[in-house]
């Protein structure tokens, strides 16, 4: 473990949940705890980088020395990301966004009627929030783009059509329910080589090693 080998780079990470209205009380959401995108965003500050984490909403601290930016919504967090694109070398996606926000949510808490009629949503889709980035990165390069892919089956075949679907370098794939709230992890590393397993290790041992291999891909690369 090299502990600086993102020493002079930025690092901008999405880590959670999203949560998406339906009222002023109720929304929808989903399992995803924070702990790898948060155990990122640590390797990542451990390994000597400026590391800003727009979070969901989740129970953890932030880890020292990382800026966070809270938001709740998916289309939050994707403004909050526009916002603070510029600059950033390395952009990781960890966050579990949700693909779906409710089109017609009500600014009133919804009541129930009479007749027990219940009330039925309308659902609109998500923009694509690493998608946006990687979209942005043909300019300069940067921001060097990750994203995190949990498959419930055919992880392997999966993980490398996503990869190239969302035109990113590297994603990490693993295994949802098997990680999300869990403490550890399998993940599974593809590039444009191929594909690496990272066997069953505690998020932050695994966070340690894909800040590694993010470091060795973009060791050459001048910084901004
Ligand atoms: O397509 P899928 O949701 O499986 O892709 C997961 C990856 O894409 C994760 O890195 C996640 O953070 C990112 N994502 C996103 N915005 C969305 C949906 C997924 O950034 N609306």
Redesign the pocket.
Known sequence: FQPKSLAGRRVLI?AGPTFEPIDPVRGITNLSSGKMGYAVARAAREAGAEVLLVSGPTALPAPHGVRRIDVQS?RQM?DAVMANLKGQHVFI???????WRVANASEQKMKKTEGGAPPVLEFAQ????????AATTSVSGWPYCV?????SENLLGYGAG?REK?GIPLLVGNIGHHTFGQDDNTIILFDEHGHTVLPRADKLTLARQLVLEIAKRIEHSALL
């Open positions: 999405t998916a994707l996606g960890v966050a579990a966004v949700a693909d998500n923009e694509d929030i690493l998608a946006t980035v994203g995190f892919a949990a498959e996503k969302k």
